[in-house]
Nanobody, 124 residues
């Protein structure tokens, strides 16, 4: 079992920044690819960003590319999502996820482990 715990969410005005953290425990963090998803009220969970377990491959949703940055620190077993130039439409519950075998990294059902989610609210 890989346990994931998010932190760093909150409320911010449009144009502001937040950094989400996801601390992993229980298994070898370095062997898992990490991703961030989000789910707005009444909507399906959607892919935000992905970083492979060696950090070689990084992918972003079109809606966040150029504004969000996913990173990982293996020594701290932590993944991050730096969110800049935030917009009201970024408001959602954000989840980190981990997996190690993918056909489509944008599909939530490809991931084996999930955090509990953390709220991000962006006001205009």
């Amino acid at each position: 079992q890989l346990l994931l715990l998010e932190s760093g969410g909150g409320s911010v005005q449009a144009g502001g920044s937040l950094r989400l953290s996801c601390v992993a425990s229980g298994r070898t963090f370095s062997t898992y690819a990490m991703a961030w998803f989000r789910q707005a009220l009444g909507q399906e969970r959607e892919f935000v960003a992905f970083r492979s377990y060696k950090g070689i491959n990084t992918y972003y949703a079109d809606s966040v590319r150029g504004r969000f940055t996913i990173s990982r620190d293996t020594s701290k077993s932590t993944a991050y999502l730096q969110m800049d130039s935030l917009k009201p439409e970024d408001t959602a519950v954000y989840y980190c996820a981990a997996g190690n075998s993918f056909r489509d990294h944008e599909r939530p059902d490809e991931y084996s482990f999930w955090g509990q989610g953390i709220q991000v609210t962006v006001s205009s």
